[in-house]
């Protein structure tokens, strides 16, 4: 039991488990900004792998590490993009466009990278993030080694949530957008587009699922591999319904299952001999299941989720 | 009425309004004005092009011909950009829907300032609109609460807030689409009486509705339309009900009244049912219905005559009691038993419960009957011989509609009745039970339901008819019980019934205490 406690009681691991959430602060906050009004982006997983690879790709090409961050947010914006014309005015099934998405863009990625380098036994790697030291506010007790020991990347998600909220909670477009995934209709009769919000909050909400997937392979690692996303998008889909559509609860949710997976790292090492390892994998995919069946039920959803808007049409 | 503003200045004219979709012509050449001050009442039945034209004005349709003028800044008529919500709403055109524009994760405040600032904005000034509104709402008398949840808000109050939206930006002109579909009396009485106060503060109003008596009490003047065209144009005053509905529908309306005939032996008869606690519970309901009758159970929706239909049509079992029709037990039959055995069900949400939206017409006239030889063979169903049967009932029911393959979800509600009547009644049903059989339809729909169900009687079935409309149960039953608090009254002659009595009875007192 001890065991358990040294791990849960360092600086280290919640340092782990704040770098493991952050590819999932990117996602569940686009996943949320993209369903607050009203469109489920199913593409978030090949919108990881294209963030990843086009981020990298930029970077290796010598565009350097911010200039792979925006190469990768075009590359989100461009799936998104594609996913808003196809569910927005054209309103096509969401789930339908989303899983196309996905697939078209993860195979454009490997197609770009296998075309790209041909023949290349290991990944090339490039000089990626390294983590920063913020002068003061590192050298703080016990939450500077946690928050202020990370990349520029693991900053930028901490900002991307507060700027989100704000934007959400406090501005004319973030009530706009709360109201077109609620009643389109109450949108419309008060002059505003409704086409324009959703394609607009698509787009914007895809460009922070790539910065997700760019944080894989220019923060975590310094490489692309071949289904290095694994999964992360789906999980960002199920955090948004656990967050019930709000950016403090979809943080928490994310640092949640991150603290899980580097929980189970650090248990397999530490009893990993008694119980097979896969268990612990299996752990934080599980837990996040059981929070879903507890807190789904009572999750406001945005009532026009999945409801293509014709104008128009009563 | 009085202080008919004639001389006011126009805020609003339409000028030769023309509409079409594919044959269909919504509004032909319809022109309209209205003046500061003044409330217009726009009357038709449904599918008359009231909402069309409506819809127009404000920019969700373009009209193929004629155009829209409000004063321009130098009080100059100007024409008003087609098409554009926004441009209707810069000109003051503010609009109440029918089905309304709210919400509803949001605040009434929140909904309110919807639109009104830039969305480029970094901020937005709740305060200043707060104190706007605190002081629209003392001049309007119209109070809600602006920190509330629309979700949590009740029908009334969310049309309050629908026309604060219109009033926040200072609307010239407002329109109420049906206004009172969804108001208990005495919202629509306090709905009318700002109305008024608004009309006298110098606001042009237009209510759209298909309520004779509304009309006349509520307007300074009356526009018919009729089939897309207006038909008349006066003012209120020296208008009656009977030339109204005359000018609204096209022809005399034939009022359908019961004749005078025995009748016969007991039918359907349910003894002591109750069902369990909570809201709309029924508890010990003894009920006799008799063949060739019509038994009206009169009271106030979530009273238990919701419970009770659901009962008879086999959607809820009682937990006590026995239902019993022709000498065969049906207590815990199911809704197919309750079909095979002769029951006939109105539902009384005709959208939701009547039918199924995305299915077609022939479909939905056909889904009680599915299992019966004529529709299926060898388990295949016999879509030509289905078709053919939805095309008759078509005919003979008059259901307006592109045809038989049309999604039953476009028509309008008194051609959604007309498919369940359809349905039920051409099975020729031992009994017919009849939940809020005509409301929300216009006059020509309910003369039709109101015709049916006199024939269903005519040829000996037994129709249960549950309804609000005091005019509808003294003219259509034999006799007549209320119901209250899942309490159901003996029935009595309807000849011996007091209309007013009935009214206090159904609000809850007795009889001796009515009487």
Redesign the interface.
Known sequence: MSDIFDILLSINFWNAALRISTPLIFGVIGALVCERAGVLNLGIEGIFTAGAMAGWMAVWLGAGLWGGVLVAALAGAFFGLIHAILTVPLGLSQHVSGIGVTLFATALSYFTYRTALPDVSSPPRIEAFKAIDVPGLSDLPIVGPILFQQTPMTILALVIVAVTAFVLYRTPLGLAIRAVGDNPSAVESQGLSVYGLRIGAVVVGSSLMALGGAFLTMSAFDAFFFGMVNGRGWICIALTVFASWKPGKALIGALLFGAFDAFQVRLQTEIGTIIPGQIFLMLPYILSIAALVLVARKADYPRALLVPYFRGQR | MNANPNDAPLVLKLDKITKRFGALTANGDVSLDLRQGEILALLGENGAGKTTLM?IL?G??VADEGTVEVPGTDGSLQQLEPGS??AA??AGIG?V?Q?F??????SAL??I????????????SRAKARQKLESLMERSGLSVDLNARISDLSVGEKQRVEIL?ALYRDARVLVLDEPTAVLTPQESESLFSTLQKLASEGLGIIFISHKLDEVLSASHRIAVLRGGRKVSDQPTEGCNKRQLAELMVGKTVPESNRDSKEAGAPLFVLQNVSTGQGRDAITNIDLELLSGEILGIAGVSGNGQGTLAKLISGLATPQSGSIVLNGAPLTTASARQMIDAGIARIPEDRHKDGIVGPMTVAENLAIETIRKPENHRFGFLKFGAIAERAREAITSYDIRCQGDKAPARLLSGGNIQKIVLARTLDASPVVVLAAQPSRGLDVGATADVHRRLLEARARGAGVILISEDLDELMRLSDRIAVIHRGVLSEPEKTESVDRGTLGLRMAGQSKEQAA
Not at chain 2, 113 to 124: D, N, P
């Open positions: 819809n404000f969700h349709y919500p926004n709403l810069e609009m829907h089905h524009t709210l919400a509803e994760n949001l929140e909904n300032l919807l639109g009104t600032e830039a969305l480029t904005s970094f901020k937005s939206k």
